[in-house]
């Protein structure tokens, strides 16, 4: 049943099925990120969205089905592998280290000697605001700037794929443009597999998406596609999401 | 700012506290008396910080209370004693430690090739349990006939050594060659096996680059090496420590302690904890288990009694030192501390707490190691995520804190009368510093065990002077702990849930 990889897919995910306690949460969920663009999983709070980010991890590992990293099966091994294949991690409600200074919760993320020293300059340029908090410990850091400091955590070392987690969660307006832009410019060198659940953010950004509901994913396509629908958004995504008609007026109005 | 504010405040209030107590056992005990004490106080705290450090980084990083920490301090004691009084059984059982230690450590080498067999999924399963089986046996066989009893009661000869005409005479002779060879044969393949099964031949799920042969071949090389060369010295390398100079051969059983301690923790956390920790309760069964286990082997070994470790010329020497100075040249057994007569061996204690806490300090704000345990303690998971084997860092901070503990065992031996029971009282009065100090902290675990030491020292002498219970003194520490837990719930300097 397993269909060969197409060659441009970085990660794909087959029927994977994890587990938590006894709960099932995740029962089948299949998708593809293929390289150098945006995928983003979409789907009502609860659907496992997280879930199949940590069972790609291997965080929370799926008991059944395969997990194809880069051309390698990783599911079931340790998540400390799977992350050194290459898998930055941007998890949701920022879970930077609070006791730890900004400066060392970058220098904890570098895998090899000198990591942070080849992406600093490419760091600061992104997000110059954590140039000036460089060493303020974590627990001192603003919402927004804890959301920085998770994302440039996870560009200090060499990553193939991003996981990012509700990146635009709880941020104010402004900052949701910052990361919004940030985010499209990583997308430039590096593969992301976005969670979000801010529709316009997602639509704007991605080129695929996945729809996650109930644990499984019923849908998957371009997102061009999706914007148009407003039937399959509503039924999935809940009435209260957009239209394209909609965006269009707000895409308008920003510029 | 606000937490920052609060710290400050809380910090002052106990400095306050202690100023003001310290005053007024200034006054009531009187000039001499009083700093006799807090010396005494110092020492005992310097000891409470050696195993509270262990016990509060490990709670903090990995929720375990270890109860089995006072027995590795007696361990600590029992083996820095017995390099000290009777290398001979150390030496007896190194060789086999170390052949055990070179098949293991052959794992790296083995691993990648046996990962990828291709066997079929039932042999993946029985290969490391039915390996394990045979490691254990072949461990087994290493040891029959093999009279350690022997090696060990030696330790009773040679505690005279000073005064016997021949002290060597004793000395029980090691197994002739032509026997004992096969020994850490087998316990090398013994070894061996564990690497076999710990390296799980054809399982998918594990992962394992094919490293260049430059970097996994000098761990187990060294290891053999240093096995040959045990072999060799077996038999005259007990006589050339004991004919060494006295400060040397403590400063050896130093080291011997802190090895023993790290190694053995780091056998106890990978076999005995790891598999618990989806059952933190279980652990503590375990551990309280182990601290029975270990307790009974010591008296199997050395019979329930207490010994007398002799303590290091550096401060064995008869007479009074005027100052440091004075005792630094000539080994001096007591020195002039504002007139008052104070027994050296007891700074050297209180020196290496404070040596111990420095290096604490700086391996948990400067070292990424230390950066590592300060995310942990927070978020596992996501110290995991970044690509950091968290399970070994497990291992590492477990074994750290008991080749801490054992470094305490070994420095109090001059002391404290070594035996069986000598660990309990130092593990109770360390859980005490840690609720004290809050769990985790490792600043707390300095601050509440000097507190404690102090109450401990004080309550003695007042008990002492007015004709009281001793009681008084051991009751002191639990009252200090509930006035703290009643004021700040989570210690001195623990963080609030
Ligand atoms: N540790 C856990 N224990 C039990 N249930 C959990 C746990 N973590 C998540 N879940 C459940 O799994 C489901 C999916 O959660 P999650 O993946 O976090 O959803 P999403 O990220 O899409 O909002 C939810 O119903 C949640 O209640
Ligand atoms: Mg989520």
């Excluded at chain 1, 440039?152 to 990553?159: G, I, M, W």
């Excluded at chain 1, 996650?212 to 809940?238: F, Q």
Aim: glycine share 8%.
């Amino acid at each position: 049943m397993s269909t060969q990889t197409p060659q441009n897919d970085l990660l794909v995910l087959e029927e994977i099925h994890t587990f938590i306690g006894q709960f099932h949460i995740l029962e089948g969920v299949s998708l593809r990120v293929p390289k150098d663009s945006i995928t983003v999983m979409l789907g009502r709070n609860g659907a496992g969205k997280t879930t199949t980010l940590k069972s790609i991890l291997g965080l929370t590992p799926p008991q059944q089905g395969r997990v194809i990293f880069d051309g390698m099966e990783i599911q079931g091994k340790h998540a400390y592998n799977i992350a050194n294949l290459g898998i930055g991690y941007v998890p949701e409600h920022r879970a930077i280290f609070r006791a730890l200074s900004v400066m060392e919760n970058l220098k904890l993320a570098e895998r090899k000697k000198g990591d942070f020293d080849k992406h600093e300059e490419f760091i600061f340029n992104l997000f110059p605001d954590l140039k000036r908090l460089y060493k303020l410990p974590g627990n001192h850091l603003s919402g927004g700037q804890q959301q920085m400091l998770a994302v440039a955590r996870a560009l200090v070392p060499d990553n193939k794929l991003l996981l990012i987690d509700e990146p635009s969660e709880g941020l104010a307006p402004i900052l949701i443009q910052q990361m919004m832009e940030a985010i499209r410019i990583l997308s430039t060198t590096t593969t992301i597999l976005l969670v979000e659940q801010n529709f316009i953010m997602a639509s704007q950004l991605a080129q695929r998406f996945t729809i996650i509901d109930d644990g499984k994913s019923p849908h998957s396509g371009l997102m061009s596609d999706l914007v148009n629908d407003t039937e399959l958004v509503h039924h999935y995504l809940g009435a209260s999401i957009k239209t394209r008609k909609e965006m269009e007026l707000s895409h308008e109005a920003e510029n | 700012m606000k937490p920052k504010t609060k710290k400050i405040i809380t910090l002052s209030i106990v400095v306050l506290v202690v100023l003001v107590i310290t005053l007024l056992l200034y006054k009531v005990a009187g000039k001499e008396p009083f700093i006799r004490t807090a010396l005494s106080g110092l020492t005992l705290g310097s000891l409470f910080f050696l195993v509270a450090a262990g016990l509060t980084l490990i709670f903090g990083l990995m929720d375990v209370l270890n109860f089995a920490h006072g027995s590795m301090f007696m361990l600590g004691a029992y083996m820095g004693w017995q390099l000290y009084t009777n290398p001979t059984f150390i030496f007896a059982l190194l060789p086999h430690l170390l052949a055990f230690a070179t098949g293991v450590m052959l794992l790296p080498l083995i691993k990648p090739t046996l990962v990828r067999m291709k066997l079929p999924e039932k042999w993946v399963n029985a290969i490391p349990k039915i390996t394990l089986v045979l490691a254990l046996l072949l461990a087994v066989f290493s040891f029959i006939g093999f009279d350690i009893l022997a090696y060990a009661k030696t330790a009773m000869v040679a505690a005279s050594i000073a005064t016997a005409g021949n002290p060597f005479a004793e000395i029980t002779p090691q197994e002739p060659f032509a026997t004992y060879w096969i020994r850490p044969v087998l316990i090398f393949l013994s070894g061996l096996l564990v690497a076999i099964a710990s390296a799980k031949p054809g399982n998918k799920q594990e992962f394992a680059v094919r490293e260049r042969l430059s970097k996994t071949l000098p761990v187990p090389v060294i290891f053999f090496s240093l096995t040959i060369l045990a072999l060799v010295v077996r038999e005259s390398a007990p006589k050339a420590v004991l004919l060494m100079d006295g400060n040397l051969r403590f400063a050896i059983a130093v080291l011997v302690s802190i090895i023993f301690g790290f190694v053995f923790g780091q056998v106890v956390e990978i076999t005995l904890i790891r598999p618990l920790y989806v059952r933190p309760t279980f652990i503590i069964i375990m551990t309280l288990g182990l601290s029975y286990v270990i307790r009974e082997l010591v008296q199997l070994l050395w019979d329930p009694l207490a010994y007398q470790m002799v303590r290091p010329p550096f401060a064995a020497q008869p007479g009074k030192a005027a100052n440091l100075l004075e005792w630094f040249q000539k080994g001096s057994s007591t020195l002039n501390i504002f007139g008052v007569t104070f027994p050296t061996y007891r700074l050297f204690v209180i020196a290496l707490g404070i040596v111990m806490f420095i290096f604490i300090t700086i391996l948990m704000t400067r070292s990424r190691l230390g950066m590592i345990i300060r995310a942990g303690v927070q978020d596992p998971q996501m110290v995991e995520a970044l690509g950091i084997n968290v399970k070994s860092i497990f291992t590492l901070v477990f074994a750290l804190g008991v080749a801490m503990a054992a470094l305490g065992g070994i420095g109090a031996g001059p002391f404290l009368p070594i035996q069986p029971l000598m660990g309990d009282q130092y593990q109770t009065q360390g859980l005490i510093t840690v609720v004290i100090g809050g769990m985790g902290s490792y600043v707390g675990a300095f601050v509440g065990a000097m507190i404690l030491g102090m109450a401990r020292a004080f309550g003695d002498y007042f008990a002492l002077k007015y004709s009281l219970s001793t009681a008084i003194a051991e009751a002191s520490t639990v009252i200090i702990m509930i006035i703290v837990l009643l004021a700040r719930p989570q210690g001195l300097f623990g963080k609030k849930e």
